[in-house]
């Protein structure tokens, strides 16, 4: 079975960081790509960083260009998302999913979310 587990979120208070992992499982791991999205409370699912794990492409949403940093771990069948300088707009459930395809397509498969806060 297809398994995507997020862990990592939590409550921080804005300026600090949190690193979300997301462990996958089920699947060729290297053929894939690996996004993060996020859903805040009454807003629409946006995409926030994605990684192509055969070819290490990279993708980030531009509100978290320089604050975000993805990275795939192969070995370990797991993507990280860093998350520094972390402002209160960034309160959202943050989801992985994966896709055969690129980043740029929809994703197969989705996994349960971890709630990140960020107080004020």
């Known amino acids: 079975d297809v398994q995507l587990q997020a862990s990592g979120g939590g409550l921080v208070q804005a300026g600090g960081s949190l690193r979300l992992s997301c462990a996958a499982s089920?699947?060729?791991?290297?053929?894939?790509?690996i996004g993060w999205f996020r859903q805040a409370p009454g807003k629409e699912r946006e995409g926030v960083s994605c990684?192509?794990?055969?070819?290490?492409?990279?993708y980030y949403e531009d509100s978290v260009k320089g604050r975000f940093t993805i990275s795939s771990d192969n070995a370990k069948n797991t993507v990280y998302l860093q998350m520094n300088s972390l402002k209160p707009e960034d309160t959202a459930v943050y989801y992985c999913?994966?896709?055969?395809?690129?980043?740029?397509?929809?994703?197969?498969?989705w996994g349960k979310g971890t709630q990140v806060t960020v107080s004020s």
């Open positions: 990684i192509s794990n055969n070819d290490g492409n990279t």
């Open positions: 089920g699947f060729t791991f290297d053929d894939y790509a």
């Open positions: 999913a994966a896709t055969l395809g690129s980043c740029y397509d929809g994703m197969d498969y």
